[in-house]
């Protein structure tokens, strides 16, 4: 099934099961990712367009929030081997804290960008 522009606007402007407007809804999914994502996309049944902005923060926000801590606790295990395992994990925890930072600020364009 397609949506057209027309139908779209209207999910904008109907209130959902929360009682928000769709654009109030699907800011509220943004504000703190990915728990307000995963709130907001358990307690809306009957806006799709506040559901979509939901699980796109949460699929988004949330899937990098899985990487990291998956990374992480990789770094700390490798760092637990004697001598190679820590050379290894300064090297990499370097590496990751240069791609961290870049990702981040790639995150935050998106997270102010999908707000609007």
């Not at 522009?5 to 990712?33: C, H, M, Q, T």
């Not at 364009?109 to 609007?116: A, E, F, G, N, V």
Request: charged share 10%; glycine share 10%; net charge negative.
């Amino acid at each position: 099934m397609t949506t057209t522009s027309e139908e779209l606007r209207d999910w904008v402007d109907k209130e959902g099961s929360l009682n928000l407007k769709g654009n109030i809804g699907g800011l509220i999914a943004y504000v703190f990712p990915p728990i307000s994502s995963l709130i907001v996309f358990l307690l809306e049944k009957e806006n799709p367009y506040i559901r979509f902005h939901a699980a796109q923060g949460l699929v988004l926000f949330g899937g990098f929030t899985v990487l990291y801590i998956a990374i992480s606790i990789l770094l700390t295990l490798f760092g637990l081997i004697p001598v190679i395992g820590t050379i290894f994990s300064v090297i990499v925890g370097i590496l990751f804290s240069l791609l961290g930072t870049l990702l981040g600020l790639v995150l935050f364009i998106l997270w102010i960008y999908l707000m609007y």
